[in-house]
């Protein structure tokens, strides 16, 4: 076998490869021993079958396994050769007749990782917050714990529906005189007025109480999820079955020990504690940012277009789950190209970002673990709410064990790059807006969590 290598640009390599009729006779052979081994046809014992008799019957199954064989040797012997790791799969560009007795060529390209210049990123100067807790922001955060373990109980007096009731409803929807199933549902519980349901049929049921019925018609929004219903009007029957209105706990030591404290005044202490570490974690991550970015402007290079290509389908596919969560059809975003020109400069900067941090992780010389893969699978699983062993599966089923370490090096490489930064802390601003860190799932099961390691 012999090949050559020509650089398309300066992450791409195209590979030609030239194979006399020898090694192809051999391979097939080869292919030919493995498959008649277990093969019985009358006639003949089993792996008794000659082995001419096998190729004749069976040309298209041996050859085709004889190619994928040789392909495969061929791939390790030359990347091997050429000391490079592709950043993603190899692609056949042409490939000629594989038959015995002949010569054999094909070429295939790859992309790899581009050499980067790093500047210098030891002693950076970055400037962060210093994080202090208010007593607003404390409230707000026990607030939060009082919503998750609400109540909802039963209205016993004849009222509306109002804004943030569970109301339990049982509807049909009529195209025509043709009822639609798939639409039509019995008790079916939803949140009142917070844009669970569509305008149109809250309407429906807006002057009702319990035991009321209505019926009118409703006009789908043209960038509603199912498409045959998009723009359409259809006939509804709707009857309100009762209202259920949400009673928040006291807020006292019996409320503590819901998550193990003895004391209102013990958890208050463990929230604010949380509290801080999350807004101290934030705080970090926008100086981080600020670091990184102060790297990835003095860095030019090329990028490979299949890692563009990837991160631009992770962005795609997250804004399409978006729409769909809010019930409207995704197409309403645009065309697959579209999106793609919208997107692809938030791509690139992704990728550009994630090269650099691998490149001073090469450089610093920072592994990964099986250890740290494995935790990093248990907590985005139960951040997902799934099972450990579901997600290593995927990881491994769509070849992304190799950028789930990637991403966990590419964040070790950031807090060596932090490590080494010179921080100036700044006294916090007077109002902090920090409601999107007090997330109450979140504050309830670390809660839970730290005492429990008590």
Same mark, same amino acid.
Request: hydrophobic share 35%; net charge negative; aromatic share 8%.
């Given at each position: 076998?012999?090949?050559?290598?020509?650089?398309?640009?300066?992450?791409?390599?195209?590979?030609?490869?030239?194979?006399?009729?020898?090694? &192809? !006779?051999?391979?097939?052979?080869?292919?030919?021993?493995?498959?008649?081994?277990?093969?019985?046809?009358?006639?003949?014992?089993? $792996?008794?079958?000659?082995?001419? &008799?096998?190729?004749?019957?069976?040309?298209?199954?041996?050859?085709?396994?004889?190619?994928?064989?040789?392909?495969?040797?061929?791939?390790?012997?030359?990347?091997?050769?050429? $000391?490079?790791?592709?950043?993603?799969?190899?692609?056949?560009?042409?490939?000629?007749?594989?038959?015995? $007795?002949?010569?054999?060529?094909?070429?295939?390209?790859?992309?790899?990782?581009?050499?980067?210049?790093?500047?210098?990123?030891?002693?950076?100067?970055?400037?962060?917050?210093?994080?202090?807790?208010?007593?607003?922001?404390?409230?707000?955060?026990?607030?939060?714990?009082?919503?998750?373990?609400?109540?909802?109980?039963?209205?016993?007096?004849?009222?509306?529906?109002?804004?943030?009731?569970?109301?339990?409803?049982?509807?049909?929807?009529?195209?025509?005189?043709?009822?639609?199933?798939?639409?039509?549902?019995?008790?079916?519980?939803?949140?009142?007025?917070?844009?669970?349901?569509?305008?149109?049929?809250?309407?429906? &049921?807006?002057?009702?109480?319990?035991?009321?019925?209505?019926?009118?018609?409703?006009?789908?929004?043209?960038?509603?999820?199912?498409?045959d219903l998009a723009g359409k009007t259809v006939?509804?029957?709707?009857?309100?079955?009762?209202?259920?209105?949400?009673?928040?706990?006291?807020?006292? !030591?019996?409320?503590?020990?819901?998550?193990?404290?003895?004391?209102?005044?013990?958890?208050?202490?463990?929230?604010?504690?949380?509290?801080?570490?999350?807004?101290?974690?934030?705080?970090?991550?926008?100086?981080?940012?600020?670091?990184?970015d102060q790297i990835v402007e003095k860095v030019?290079?090329?990028?490979?277009?299949?890692?563009?290509?990837?991160?631009?389908?992770?962005? &795609?596919?997250?804004?399409?789950?978006?729409?769909?969560?809010?019930?409207?059809?995704?197409?309403?975003?645009?065309?697959?190209?579209?999106?793609?020109?919208?997107?692809?400069?938030?791509?690139?900067?992704?990728?550009?970002?994630?090269?650099?941090?691998?490149?001073?992780?090469?450089?610093?010389?920072?592994?990964?673990?099986?250890?740290?893969?494995?935790?990093?699978?248990?907590?985005?699983?139960?951040?997902?709410?799934?099972?450990?062993?579901?997600?290593?599966?995927?990881?491994i089923k769509n070849n992304l064990m190799y950028?789930?370490?990637?991403?966990?090096?590419?964040?070790?490489?950031?807090?060596?790059?932090?490590?080494?930064?010179?921080?100036?802390?700044?006294?916090?601003?007077?109002?902090?807006?920090?409601?999107?860190?007090?997330?109450?799932?979140?504050?309830?099961?670390?809660?839970?969590?730290?005492?429990?390691?008590?």
């Open positions: 076998m012999e090949y050559t290598v020509e650089e398309l640009s300066p992450v791409k390599r195209k590979v030609t490869v030239k194979v006399p009729a020898e090694e &192809i !006779d051999a391979a097939i052979n080869a292919a030919v021993s493995i498959f008649k081994k277990d093969l019985k046809l009358p006639g003949f014992r089993k $792996g008794k079958v000659p082995s001419n &008799i096998v190729e004749q019957r069976f040309k298209r199954e041996v050859y085709g396994q004889a190619e994928i064989d040789l392909l495969n040797v061929h791939f390790n012997e030359i990347l091997g050769e050429m $000391g490079v790791t592709p950043v993603s799969g190899l692609h056949l560009d042409s490939v000629n007749d594989f038959e015995r $007795g002949s010569d054999f060529s094909y070429t295939f390209s790859f992309e790899i990782k581009p050499k980067i210049d790093l500047p210098e990123y030891h002693g950076l100067k970055v400037k962060q917050k210093k994080v202090e807790i208010t007593e607003e922001q404390l409230n707000r955060a026990l607030e939060s714990l009082r919503e998750r373990f609400a109540q909802y109980e039963v209205i016993k007096e004849d009222r509306k529906p109002q804004k943030g009731d569970k109301v339990v409803v049982s509807f049909k929807f009529y195209d025509g005189d043709k009822l639609l199933k798939d639409m039509s549902k019995d008790f079916f519980e939803f949140y009142y007025g917070v844009g669970d349901a569509l305008e149109d049929f809250e309407k429906l &049921i807006a002057d009702l109480v319990p035991g009321g019925k209505n019926q009118g018609e409703i006009t789908f929004p043209e960038d509603f999820i199912n498409k006939r509804v029957e709707v009857e309100l079955h009762n209202i259920k209105e949400k009673v928040l706990p006291k807020l006292d !030591d019996k409320f503590a020990e819901k998550f193990a404290f003895k004391s209102l005044d013990e958890l208050k202490e463990r929230v604010k504690e949380r509290l801080k570490q999350e807004m101290e974690d934030m705080e970090k991550s926008l100086a981080q940012k600020k670091l990184l030019d290079v090329v990028l490979p277009e299949t890692l563009v290509e990837r991160q631009l389908k992770i962005i &795609i596919d997250r804004e399409r789950e978006k729409v769909e969560r809010q019930g409207k059809n995704p197409d309403i975003l645009g065309t697959e190209e579209e999106l793609k020109q919208k997107f692809k400069e938030e791509a690139e900067a992704i990728v550009k970002a994630q090269l650099v941090l691998l490149e001073i992780a090469e450089r610093e010389e920072i592994t990964v673990t099986e250890e740290e893969v494995e935790r990093k699978i248990f907590f985005t699983a139960y951040e997902m709410g799934i099972d450990p062993q579901t997600l290593r599966e995927f990881y950028a789930l370490r990637d991403s966990i090096l590419a964040d070790k490489a950031m807090e060596k790059v932090y490590e080494y930064a010179e921080v100036e802390y700044e006294e916090p601003e007077n109002e902090q807006n920090k409601e999107d860190m007090e997330k109450p799932n979140e504050q309830e099961s670390q809660v839970h969590a730290e005492k429990s390691e008590e």
